[in-house]
């Protein structure tokens, strides 16, 4: 029985963890949006959803990247991004996001895993429990 309490605890802890998360990510979502049109900052709809989820240090670290001396690689437009994204040894649009969220969010499933193994033991099961 008491295996069984500590797997409800732990989907308990993951389902109020990814919860909060979700509420905290849309709430800055949000707020972004509300202070950005404040600012004046957005101009189109391209524009306001890159200035809330877009890495803006990416397109300078691709386009140093991807260039070289024979071919000047220019980021949004559609000969370079298509060649970036055929080309296994050029980064492509998609880097930006993987870095800002992608990347992140496997840290933190790691990080939980592991302070739950901290927390709750590794845990040793019988056979029984297994089959």
């Known amino acids: 029985k008491q295996w069984y309490q500590r797997r ?18 849309v709430g800055s979502f949000a707020a972004a949006y509300v202070l950005m049109d404040k600012n004046k900052v957005r101009k189109t709809k391209r524009n306001s959803f890159w200035t809330l989820i877009g890495w803006h240090g990416a397109d300078n670290l691709r386009k140093m ?3 070289s001396p024979s071919y000047r690689w220019a980021p949004n437009t559609f000969n ?3 060649d970036s994204f055929m080309s296994p040894a ?8 993987c870095i800002k969220y992608v990347v992140p969010g496997c840290l933190l499933v790691l990080l939980c895993a592991n302070i739950g193994d901290a927390f709750f033991g590794k845990g040793v099961y019988s056979g029984e429990q297994l089959s």
């Open 8 to 25: 409800v605890a732990i989907t308990a802890g993951v389902t109020i963890a990814f919860s909060l998360a979700a509420a905290i990510l």
């Open 65 to 67: 990247i991807n260039s």
């Open 80 to 82: 370079s991004e298509f």
């Open 90 to 97: 050029k980064v492509s649009v998609i880097f930006g996001f």
